[in-house]
């Protein structure tokens, strides 16, 4: 069975800054990035447990193309991934799990 995903809000305001970010230098590059993140959570959501285990109940997968991590939590019980940050590969890496 296939799981849903929610932005945390934190995450989702991260997710706009980076594709205002991108908008601003090339549309083309904020549609590449955006396909990428939502090609990612589809792939997150078929099989949440894939992907390493980086912090307590943390998971992460980084895009291909763009220098960012998807950061999530899985609730088996309402079957549902929490992103809970779009992180880029630059920012201060503890800092990831501090929300």
Known sequence: MSY???YDPVA?????????????????AAEGFIKEVNEKLAV???NPFRFRNTYQYYREISLKKYPYYIVYLVDEVKKVVVVSSVYHHKRKPQKKYRK
């Not at 989702?12 to 083309?28: C, G, M, P, V």
């Open 4 to 6: 849903r995903y929610i």
């Open 12 to 28: 989702l305001n991260e997710f706009k800054d980076a594709i205002s970010w991108y908008l601003e230098r090339s549309e083309l």
């Open 44 to 46: 997150i959501c078929n």
